[in-house]
T-cell receptor, first 116, second 114 residues
């Protein structure tokens, strides 16, 4: 069975601080994909990134970066120089073949609050 | 493209009432699914469909029915609403059932059952 753990329920930072959101996953598949979604206060789910299990290169997109480490089954998300607009709930998710194809297993989410 | 649309945005039901949450997509996606989001539990899969005429159960299917008569639509039916079904419901679609496909989510329906 697949499992995604986001141990940080809520994080509060002051604007311009860097913040890392942790994600640890469990799967027996060798081929799987990891995702991050953002849910702003308006409620919609916004896709941020997809990473496959064979690509351990770190990814950077503007102020966002992702660190994928298969050795520790982690896919952490860092926001550099955080802004108030980054305030949202962030979900890590996993899809794998034995999970039934494209069925996403979500973590419980991390609420990020960025204050002035 | 409108993407994934859901109606209604908000709904209040009384225990025992029935209703249908509508979901439609205009991207010609084969795979569609329904999730519910509850505080502290993330999103959990209710039902999914890999194509018209094909549906299957997810993690929390009890109390919900689905059908997929067209590629575009995937309605979720609550036959006899219960307070435990108070939640935010998201519909999602993707090109196929392949694990690497990005899922596109609708805006959600907030349902309260009294």
């Amino acid at each position: 069975a697949q499992k995604v753990t986001q141990a940080q329920t809520e994080i509060s930072v002051v604007e311009k601080e860097d913040v890392t959101l942790d994600c640890v996953y469990e799967t027996r598949d060798t081929t799987y994909y990891l995702f991050w979604y953002k849910q702003p206060p308006s409620g919609e789910l916004v896709f941020l990134i997809r990473r496959n299990s064979f690509d351990e290169q770190n990814e950077i997109s503007g102020r966002y970066s992702w660190n994928f480490q298969k050795s520790t089954s982690s896919f952490n998300f860092t926001i550099t120089a955080s802004q108030v607009v980054d305030s949202a709930v962030y979900f890590c998710a996993l899809s794998a073949f034995t999970g039934g194809g494209n069925k996403l297993t979500f973590g419980t989410g991390t609420q990020l609050k960025v204050e002035l | 493209n409108a993407g994934v649309t859901q109606t209604p945005k908000f709904q209040v039901l009384k225990t025992g009432q029935s209703m249908t949450l509508q979901c439609a997509q205009d991207m010609n996606h084969e795979y569609m699914s329904w999730y519910r989001q509850d505080p502290g539990m993330g999103l959990r899969l209710i039902h999914y469909s890999v194509g018209a005429g094909i549906t299957d159960q997810g993690e929390v299917p009890n109390g919900y029915n689905v059908s997929r008569s067209t590629t575009e639509d995937f309605p979720l039916r609550l036959l006899s609403a219960a307070p435990s079904q108070t939640s935010v419901y998201f519909c999602a679609s993707s090109y196929s059932n392949r694990v690497n496909n990005e899922q596109f989510f609708g805006p959600g329906t907030r349902l309260t059952v009294l």
